[in-house]
């Protein structure tokens, strides 16, 4: 079965960045748009951004103009570049198909933004 790798994660202080990676094997990557996801505890795993499978980006109203998705389509790798870091940007974050596929959740990466 094929999963999604995510990393870059880490530990940042507010205001920081980090850019996160997520290593897809799909066959259909290049045809799908992807997403970038996240979970903070105690809450339900939200999708933050979006990026079609020609490129265009959609951003929710939390992190617009501050993250940045983009793709590979040749290495099927997505991309998600998060400046201006606050601590509330704090969570596990996952990347997927957009809509989400439920066979393709991973392990996700924690984010941490904190002083």
């Known amino acids: 079965q094929v999963q999604l790798v995510e990393s870059g994660g880490g530990l940042v202080q507010p205001g920081g960045s980090l850019r996160l990676s997520c290593a897809a094997p799909l066959r259909q990557f290049t045809t799908t748009a992807m997403g970038w996801y996240r979970q903070a505890p105690g809450k339900e795993r939200e999708l933050i951004t979006f990026?079609?499978?020609?490129?265009?980006?959609n951003y929710g109203d939390s992190v617009k103009g501050r993250f940045t998705i983009s793709r590979d389509n040749d290495k099927k790798t997505l991309y998600l570049q998060m400046n201006s870091l606050k601590p509330e940007d704090t969570a596990v974050y996952y990347c997927?198909?957009?809509?989400?596929?439920?066979?393709?959740w991973g392990q996700g990466t924690q984010v941490t933004v904190s002083s």
């Open positions: 997927n198909q957009y809509p989400p596929n439920k066979i393709y």
């Open positions: 990026i079609t499978r020609g490129g265009g980006a």
